[in-house]
């Protein structure tokens, strides 16, 4: 089981990359679009193989994504690489506040959904 917590950081820290580079001005303009429609394929519910399908829908996403990103990885100019490491490491190590600050958003963001859809039922009801 501790390959796969190393597996984990290793994909973190590259995904931080990523999202480093995909912010820099530098960044080419194919491969900033290469990123969007990887995350676009990962959200949108159109694939190759629908996620309805069992395992087959979900196997599409863990194929094409990390093909895609370890497209752009590879093609990223040395220098912008270089810069989005540097960046991504100052990222991680705040990573846990990060973390902190979005869960309280989250939390706050379903607080209020649950307390409008609590209203609007109990306005219903009246």
């Given amino acids: 089981m501790k390959w796969l917590g190393r597996l984990w950081r290793f994909f973190q820290a590259e995904l931080l990359v990523l999202a480093s580079a995909a912010f820099n001005r530098r960044t080419p303009l194919k491969l900033r679009a290469l990123l969007g429609l990887a995350l676009l394929y990962f959200i949108s ?6 996620d ?6 979900i196997l599409d996403d863990a194929i094409v994504v990390p093909a895609l990103l370890a497209a752009v990885l590879n093609q990223l100019p040395p220098g912008v690489r270089a810069e989005s490491e540097a960046h991504a490491s100052r990222i991680e190590r705040k990573m846990p506040w990060i973390l902190l600050a979005v869960s309280a958003v989250l939390l ?4 209020l959904f649950l307390w409008a859809a609590y209203s609007f039922i109990m306005w219903l009801a009246h």
């Fill in 45 to 50: 519910p159109v694939d190759i193989i629908p």
């Fill in 108 to 111: 706050l963001w379903m607080g």
């Fill in 52 to 57: 309805a399908i069992p395992l087959a829908g």
